[in-house]
Every structure is written in structure tokens, then in C-alpha cells.
């Protein structure tokens, strides 16, 4: 069974796009987590609490794209609400790096 790396993930998730800003949800920050291990990975996006219930198909269609790759054989994608989507790690405004963490 091929390994999967981060960067096929995320390559993966570049063409998943937030409905309502004109980018993919690599680009925007959105990555909060990604942890790989045996064939599973778990993902998780960062969103407003207000756009939760609203962002459920592209919180489904990352799940798909990621659950599609090669060597994957669970895929489990979740919407986190506990930061601004693209904030920092102090979950201030700036816009900060603050994704990506394992």
C-alpha cells in the first residue's frame, strides 16, 4: 500500500473551496490539523461558529478528496469552531500561519 504524505493531502484539499471567499481552504489558513497514521487521516478545518452548519458539503467534499488518494483508507475531515478561520494560533485578527500543526 503507497504511504500518503501531508503535501498530497493538502494538495488534495487545494481544490476545496470555501463558498464564500473566492480561495481554496489551503490557501485561506482553514488547515488546522492534519495527522496521518496507517492509512487514516483526520483533518480538521477551521471555521466561524456561524458558518458551521452552512459549510457541512465542503467539510464533505475535503472528506472525499481526501478519502480518494491512494493509500487512504479512512478519512475522517471535521469543521472546528474553537479560532477564526485564518487566524493565527493566538486566534487574534492578522491572519497568521497557525495551520498545519500534526
Do not use: C, F, W, Y
Not at 467534499?61 to 471535521?78: C, K, R, S
Request: net charge negative.
Amino acid at each position: 500500500m503507497p504511504t500518503v504524505t501531508e503535501a498530497e493531502v493538502r494538495e488534495a484539499l487545494r481544490g476545496i473551496r470555501d463558498p464564500d471567499r473566492d480561495a481554496d481552504i489551503v490557501s485561506l489558513n482553514m488547515i488546522d490539523g492534519l495527522h496521518l497514521k496507517d492509512g487514516r487521516a483526520l483533518v480538521s478545518i477551521a471555521v466561524d461558529p456561524r458558518r458551521g452548519e452552512r459549510l457541512e458539503p465542503m467539510r464533505a467534499a475535503a472528506e472525499q478528496a481526501v478519502a480518494a488518494l491512494p493509500g487512504i483508507e479512512a478519512a475522517t475531515v471535521v469543521l472546528t469552531a474553537h479560532r477564526a478561520a485564518g487566524a493565527g494560533p493566538g486566534g487574534g485578527p492578522g491572519g497568521g500561519a497557525g495551520g498545519g500543526q500534526a
